[in-house]
């Protein structure tokens, strides 16, 4: 029954900073987080924890901050509560180099660290941002997001991890550290009310049942309002509607053994995410024509936060899960085992093509998840210099999903009007119809089937992986003040894909190069010329010359309306649909206590991230297996190529850090290189995503954060992130070669300053003033857009750069001011208000292209101002 009391460029332009830190450093005054490159959080109070005294589990071993020489930022439990952090997601405010992007759904959450991470749209890529709650991965974000349960701390790790998490930390780490059951009596009420009907309810309780066992029973409901108006679908969006129940038992018969088994369930059920039209073209206007009568909302009103939809989106996301860790110390070793299984079901629709237009009938995605994981570790002493960890990790997932894509009633008329206007009036569906039939020997063979309601895809998709790793890391005193650290982890991974996708379209199917429709192409041309003032003559030559000349064919412009071309399914006789990765990891660390308060190290690791599957309707063959294909007779109408699967990405870090604590005073200082080789881009393309590997993504950077304590009731906190970035190698991305380019969405400047006044009455209570501005400098939302790039008639490219210069034109900058004032009284009773985004900063989490809307733009906009007062009681 034991307890734990628990309370971080090169380049010139950084310069300054790196001097003005390494000086902080080294003065009693100024002392730096010692947390090698794990800081303290801004709003730990140092009468519950000195500083970087703060117990985590960052190497797996429990350490104090101080003595951990990893890039980690550690929230506390308190830091949590005062700014009213939720769930993941809201932990940006207090992480500068944390940045976490929602999108489409719910589920659909992008985690990067240092300016790495990559889209989650797609449930067959990996993550590069590793997620574990109590020791277990979670390996998708549906199984991610829900809210924070009774939550002891959350660490976060910055740069590659693998060498203790294996392949899914070639980024970073956030660890989820949720509060054992305690052997005595206590718990704690919480019930908050804020704008938009929010409310929030939580609660803990936990005791012992005898004098070896202890439980503990968290839950929470949240629900709230969208703060985004649907006028079509008279409904509001973004909302919040979830809820969470955590039960766990602990057995702690003596000071030997430990057995933990929690159990936990929560379900969402909300309607999400809002877009907004940020720039209209031809075809918003044929949504807007009388013909259909849609509604946008207008474009110079981005931020009035209403949007236009047929229906409710729908987000049911259910998981559950269990697991036993079992921590046995047998004298010259410590053995610890941790079981779980998890399974999450999602269920999601929505009104794709973001109009009150009925242009998409459903695109619903049923997925499933299943995973098994096993860890075994055991650490030691093996002389009284060396202290080693050995462990082995299994993971073992099965994935499955259904889905449909069909088109609704007025998408016909739509296609129709766009037709029109591609062709001067020239073309109608209903003569494509008869035009196409015609050449292909059965005039009536098309009538009324180009279209039409209830076409589209029906996509199974299905994938199994299973991956083993064998790690181990030693410590070794190599003097009174002197560690190093020599680590190394081997994973094997293993996968096995197959897609089943029929598209009924047949529009989508038609191949505007086949020679029976030279007729067509024939008569277009000449009439084009004839309009263009060649004579007859003319006109006639130069329609022959050119009729089969995919470069100059006149129906290229319709490509874009075929939206569900035949699919090449997989396995088939050409491509197997496996992947087989093998990686050594490994870590090199030197670690030097300077004196009793300063700590510096200098590091050397190395990430893997194994292979991502492109599963989705987006999945292509690469240009590679033209050949092999043609030859097997597997060749499709209108096949493109792509990638089935992005090969995996090795990251590398080199870092210097150092770290100091005094009682109070704490700040850390990290300079770092770090590179991914192979990095899996996953790109929106309107309609689609396109996952390719880059050659090299780098970034150096530099990572600040402090806290100071300069009387009494106020502590201060900075964090401060400088990143410069850039692809050293990526020529062939979806919006051309990028190579020089810096990566979007990573500001070069992201900061938090923070502020807390804790101000003890007479009477034992307390009153709390917090206050903290969050800053990011501007940056691309979207490295491009690719619906934007000029194309000839044969859809080959001309020019990229209309892509970028469409990006260019809506930046991102974050601006945020948060505040919290609490009155806590002695008995445990806690009475707060609150207010997040109090500036109402409003900017684009992501830009994208506008849905079967060529060349028009949408966006996901970023949560407005929220507030709210909050009472809790605490026993």
């Known amino acids: 029954m034991r307890s734990v009391a628990w309370g971080r460029g090169l380049c010139l332009r950084s310069l300054f900073l790196c001097s003005a ?143 203790l998490f294996g392949k899914n930390a070639s980024a970073g780490v956030i660890s989820i550290v949720t509060r054992e059951p305690q052997f005595t009596f206590g718990g704690s009420l919480e019930a908050s009310y804020g704008n938009y009907d929010a409310k929030v309810l939580k609660g803990y309780v936990t005791g012992p049942v005898s004098d070896s066992i202890a439980v503990s029973l968290a839950a929470g409901l949240n629900k709230r309002d969208g703060y985004i108006k649907d006028l ?247 003097a009174d003040r002197l560690t190093l650290t020599l680590g190394g982890n081997y994973t094997k991974d293993k996968k096995k894909f197959t897609t089943d996708i029929t598209s009924s379209d047949t529009f989508s199917a038609i191949d505007f190069n086949a020679a029976q429709y030279a007729p067509l192409r024939y008569g277009l041309l000449y009439q084009g010329a004839l309009n263009n003032g060649l004579d007859a003559a003319t006109a006639a030559a130069y329609a022959t010359a050119n009729m089969n000349n995919p470069l100059a064919n006149p129906l290229g412009s319709l490509r874009s ?42 590091s050397y690791a190395t990430g893997f991230k194994a292979s991502s599957i492109n599963l989705s309707r987006d999945s292509r063959p690469p240009l590679t297996l033209a050949a092999d294909l043609a030859s097997a007779g597997l060749l499709v109408p209108n096949l493109t190529y792509g990638s089935r699967y992005a090969n995996p990405e090795k990251s590398r870090v080199v870092e210097f850090g150092a770290k100091g604590n005094w009682r109070n005073y704490a700040a850390n200082l ?35 954060e402090g806290t100071a304590r300069p009387i009494p009731p106020l502590t201060l906190g900075v964090s401060i992130t400088w990143l410069d970035p850039k692809y050293d190698s990526f020529v062939a991305s979806a919006v051309g070669d990028e190579t020089g380019r810096r990566p979007p969405e990573i500001p070069e400047w992201s900061t938090t300053f923070s502020a807390q006044w804790d101000q003890e009455l007479g009477n034992g209570d307390h009153v709390i003033l917090r206050g903290a501005y969050h800053y990011e400098s501007t940056a691309w939302s979207v490295e491009g857009l690719p619906g934007f790039i000029k194309r000839d008639a044969a859809g080959n490219v001309v020019d990229y750069q209309p892509a970028i210069d469409a990006a260019s034109k809506f930046k991102r900058q974050v601006d945020e001011v948060d505040a919290s004032l609490t009155y806590a009284m002695e008995n445990g009773l806690e009475l707060s208000v609150w207010g997040r985004n109090l500036l109402d900063d409003r900017y684009f989490n992501r830009i994208f292209d506008s849905v079967a809307q060529p060349l028009a733009i949408s966006a996901y906009p970023n949560q407005p101002r929220t507030y709210g007062v909050s009472a809790r009681y605490k026993w």
């Open 21 to 163: 830190g390494a000086t902080a450093l080294l003065s009693p005054v100024g002392a730096l987080a010692q947390d090698g490159e794990a800081a303290v959080s801004a709003d730990t109070t140092f009468a519950e924890s000195d500083g970087n005294e703060i117990v985590v589990t960052a190497t797996k071993r429990e350490k104090t901050l101080q003595d951990v020489p990893v890039a980690v930022t550690v929230t506390t439990a308190q830091t949590l509560e005062r700014a009213q952090l939720r769930d993941i997601a809201d932990l940006v405010s207090v992480v500068p180099s944390l940045r976490v992007v929602q999108l489409q759904g719910s589920a659909a959450t992008n985690f990067f660290i240092r300016g790495f991470g990559n889209g989650s749209n797609n449930v067959g890529i990996e993550p590069s941002v590793g997620v574990f709650v109590d020791g277990v991965f979670r390996s998708r974000t549906a199984s991610q997001i829900s809210d924070f349960p009774d939550i002891q701390r959350v660490e976060v790790l910055r740069g590659p991890q693998s060498t």
């Open 232 to 478: 079509g679908s008279d409904t509001r969006t973004n909302e919040r509607n979830r809820w969470f129940v955590r039960g766990q038992a602990l057995y702690e018969p003596d000071d030997n053994l430990k057995v933990r088994l929690i159990a936990d369930y929560d379900k969402i059920d909300e309607n999400c995410c809002g877009v907004v039209n940020i720039q209209s073209s031809s075809a918003t206007a044929a949504i807007l024509s009388p013909y259909i009568g849609g509604m946008v909302n207008d474009p110079a009103d981005r931020f009035d936060d209403i949007v236009y939809s047929n229906r409710p989106s729908i987000n049911k996301i259910e998981n559950y899960g269990f697991s036993a860790q079992i921590d046995y110390d047998a004298g010259p070793v410590q053995l610890t085992s941790i079981t779980a299984l998890r399974h999450t079901n999602a269920l999601s629709d929505q009104d794709s093509d973001f109009t009150s237009a009925r242009l998409l009938a459903t695109n619903l995605e049923d997925k499933n998840l299943k995973s098994f994981s096993q860890e075994f570790r055991v650490t030691g002493d093996l002389t009284d210099a060396i202290h080693a960890l050995f462990g082995v990790y299994y993971l073992n997932e099965k994935f499955r999903q259904h889905g449909e894509l069909y088109l609704d009633d007025q998408f016909r008329t739509y296609a129709n009007l766009l037709i029109q206007g591609a062709s001067g009036g020239a073309l109608t569906v209903g003569y494509l119809e008869g035009a196409f039939g015609t050449l292909d020997g059965d005039a009536t063979q098309y009538l009324g089937t180009f279209f039409t309601p209830g076409t589209g895809q029906d996509i199974d998709l299905t994938l199994d992986s299973e991956a083993f790793s064998v790690f181990g890391q030693f410590d070794i005193d190599l």
């Open 561 to 602: 309306l075929q939206l569900f071309p035949p699919f090449l399914n997989v396995p088939n006789a050409v491509e197997d649909g496996k992947t087989n990765d093998g990686n050594f990891s490994y870590t090199l660390r030197l670690a030097y206590d300077a004196t009793d308060n300063v700590n510096l190290y200098a």
């Open 670 to 704: 990290a300079v770092f290189y770090q590179a991914i080789k192979g990095f899996q881009s996953n790109i929106f393309l309107g309609t689609g995503f396109a996952l390719a590997n880059a050659g090299k993504q780098s970034t150096y950077g530099v990572e600040f």
